[in-house]
């Protein structure tokens, strides 16, 4: 919001120069974007005012806030720098007088004009008048204003309706009366298929959930968002409508998202504009109109006002001031605060009854009415005090636990974390998922944003290659996030990739490249962590390279895959062919309910540990994790761990052989075993293995 200090200074005397003002203004709420001087010794402040306060969206508004952090008296009106031969500028009371009572349904209304509300849901109030007026420049002074706020000067009428609508907060909009079909104008919801060129000269179509402004035959304006070029002002209209509503903010909001035109009005109205301010902002327009020759009013002022909105009436206790804000605030203190900022104090009970004026939407509870004490009594003067606990803090969702644990494993183990999107490419998408099983975008941006990503994996190949085209060749990346599919809904998923080397470089020796077995050992090492006994089995993905990718399997459920990429897919990421790239996808999901929530703690051994090596000659396509499980199974519980430590094929060995070594530790929680006893495992196992798999003891 661009505020000409001149301007603001109108409505409020601020003793302090420009930088002062902003830096006081930046400790209540408001940041001040820039500070640029204007003219001649005039300054404009641009505030950036939140969402949530629309009734700052004017000069009057930013006065306000400014007259409660001075605490000095609010000027509500401004007094115009019009010529000195021109009419003095009235009063909103003596206009009104002079125009009769505002609310024009109770009076006489004017024969050239009719007003008729259809839907007083989406417009609650409707303030019209007719003026007699000469089109032409408007004064030096408004178009300066104007420019200052940013907004290009047009016309006298156009710029007083901008003119208001900057120093009051109301948008207006003005018609030319003679283009006015039965000089009527309709609120109603727009008739499906309705077009209307508006004042940007596009042709725009309707559709029944816009509000349009209407006359007894078509539509004028959408309603809160830009009128409509049939309609407008030109330098010969004699009699024009002046319009001064409140809309309904959701309506206006979608209205304006549907058609894609944002503009300074409905800005306002889609914030929440003030549903009391119409008759007063038209009382300004009309005397504006007068006061600076541009015409004259005729008749009296309609407002139709068929639903009126009351004011939010809150309790505001002391006690309750005190445990939000760590201490008491003295009585006069709140009084004064609330009482310059609009809202009116009753004694009550404890505190105070106090009344919301209606320009302040964001104020719907008795914790919104401590912030605004809180403001501008200081944060800085606020005592620095822990609050009172009164029940323990809820735990944490299990997710967020665990991703967080995981993170600190995998950084531990040398990989980076990586975000990437969750819309991706279909293309990208489709060998991660079987056909139909895709979550289209109903309106996506572009291509690149097509689907939901059925994996993680795709937008982290993409970051790998991204690092390799910028000479980066060791990489090891995971990233923890939510992958969706028709079949499976959305799941939290842990995908890793790794390509290079296996290990730093270092002088002892050369390193390897990194290969099937070290993701698998990344793997197992997440379900270690997250208490799940990992197997895997082969399996074959499309994605994945034939004979060197395993399905990970917790519980008997399959819980994610690993394995090579396939040439093909690196390929289409645009990766070097000659180095692997490794990948690996867990479904968080899946894994937890596969560990369940047993936490086990063991005490540290007090017997020393026995242990046993074996070599055996197996098939050479026998997986280990068989092996090890028959071992398991054969031993008795005082196995602790199975480990291979050496593999050999080739003189001595048969072809369709290889010879597999294992060490066999074994401890009992109770006593120093016997050799015998670990003798009599050791014949169970080999006996065993044996039987199963026709091993044989070299």
């Given at each position: ?612 090596d074996i070599s055996i000659l197996i098939g050479d396509t ?9 071992i398991r199974e054969a031993a008795p519980p005082t196995l ?59």
């Amino acid at each position: 919001m661009k505020v000409l200090l001149s301007w603001l200074r109108e409505f409020v005397d601020a003793p302090d120069t420009t930088e002062d003002i902003a830096r006081l203004m930046s400790m209540r709420g408001f940041a001040v974007e820039a500070i640029e001087p204007f003219g001649d010794g005039d300054t404009v402040i641009d505030f950036e005012v939140t969402a949530n306060r629309p009734d700052c969206m004017s000069v009057l508004g930013i006065a306000r806030e400014v007259a409660a952090a001075y605490r000095v008296k609010l000027r509500t009106r401004g007094a115009s720098p019009v010529a000195a031969s021109a009419k003095a500028p009235a009063s909103l009371a003596e206009t009104a007088r002079r125009r009769g009572s505002p609310h024009g349904p109770k009076g006489s209304a004017p024969e050239s004009l009719d007003i008729v509300i259809e839907s007083p849901i989406l417009c609650p109030r409707y303030v019209g008048a007719v003026a007699d007026v000469e089109v032409g420049p408007s004064p030096a002074w408004m178009q300066t204003r104007l420019q200052a706020a940013g907004l290009r000067p047009i016309n006298n009428i156009v710029d007083v309706t901008n003119y208001v609508m900057v120093e009051m907060g109301q948008p207006m909009h003005a018609f030319d009366h003679a283009r006015l079909a039965g000089a009527q104008i309709r609120v109603r919801p727009a008739r499906a298929g309705e077009a209307l060129r508006t004042l940007d000269g596009q042709l725009r179509t309707l559709s029944p959930e816009m509000l349009a402004i209407a006359d007894a035959e078509r539509a004028t304006a959408i309603a809160g968002v830009m009128g409509g070029g049939d309609s407008e002002v030109t330098p010969a209209t004699k009699t024009i409508v002046l319009e001064s509503a409140y809309f309904n903010p959701l309506s206006v909001r979608r209205t304006s998202k549907k058609l894609g035109l944002k503009t300074e009005a409905s800005m306002r109205f889609e914030r929440g504009a003030d549903p009391g301010l119409p008759a007063a902002a038209m009382a300004r327009a009309l005397d504006l109109i007068e006061t600076t020759g541009a015409g004259h009013g005729r008749g009296r002022v309609i407002d139709r006002y068929p639903r009126n909105i009351k004011s939010v009436v809150l309790r505001l206790r002391r006690e309750k001031i005190a445990g939000l804000l760590g201490g008491a605030i003295p009585d006069r203190d709140v009084r004064r605060i609330l009482e310059r900022l609009g809202f009116t104090l009753d004694p009550a009970s404890g505190g105070w009854r106090v009344v919301v004026p209606t320009r302040r939407v964001d104020v719907t509870r008795e914790v919104d009415l401590i912030e605004e004490v809180a403001r501008h009594y200081g944060f800085d003067r606020l005592p620095t005090t822990f609050p009172a606990l009164t029940a323990a803090a809820p735990p944490l969702d299990p997710r967020i636990t665990c991703a967080r644990h995981l993170r600190a494993l995998l950084t531990t183990a040398g990989f980076f974390e990586a975000v990437t999107f969750g819309f991706i490419p279909e293309r990208a998408a489709a060998p991660f998922a079987a056909d139909g099983d895709l979550v289209p975008i109903a309106n996506p941006l572009s291509e690149l944003f097509a689907v939901l990503r059925p994996s993680l994996l795709p937008g982290l190949v993409d970051v790998v290659a991204h690092n390799r085209r910028r000479e980066q060749r060791d990489v090891r990346l995971f990233e923890i996030g939510a992958r969706f599919t028709r079949s499976g809904g959305e799941r939290q998923s842990l995908a890793c990739v790794w390509t290079g080397a296996a290990a730093p470089e270092h002088w002892s020796g050369t390193g390897r490249p990194v290969d099937f077995f070290d993701a698998k050992a990344v793997v197992e090492r997440v379900g270690q962590a997250l208490g799940a006994e990992i197997q895997t089995t082969p399996a074959r993905e499309p994605w994945l390279a034939a004979g060197r990718s395993a399905a990970v399997v917790a519980n008997h459920a399959r819980v994610g895959v690993v394995g090579q990429l396939a040439d093909a897919l690196v390929d289409a990421h645009g990766l070097p062919g000659s180095e692997p790239v490794y990948a690996a996808e867990l479904d968080l999901d899946a894994l937890a309910l596969a560990a369940g929530r047993v936490v086990r703690v063991e005490p540290l051994p007090r017997y020393p540990s026995v242990t046993r090596d074996i070599s055996i000659l197996i098939g050479d396509t026998l997986p280990a994790d068989d092996v090890r499980r028959t071992i398991r199974e054969a031993a008795p519980p005082t196995l602790v761990r199975v480990a291979e430590f050496d593999r050999y094929q080739g003189k001595g060995i048969p072809p369709d052989k290889v010879s597999l070594s294992l060490r066999l530790t074994f401890r009992a929680s109770d006593r120093t075993l016997t050799d015998a006893e670990v003798q009599a495992a050791m014949d169970s196992v080999l006996s065993a293995l044996r039987e199963k798999h026709g091993a044989v003891q070299r």
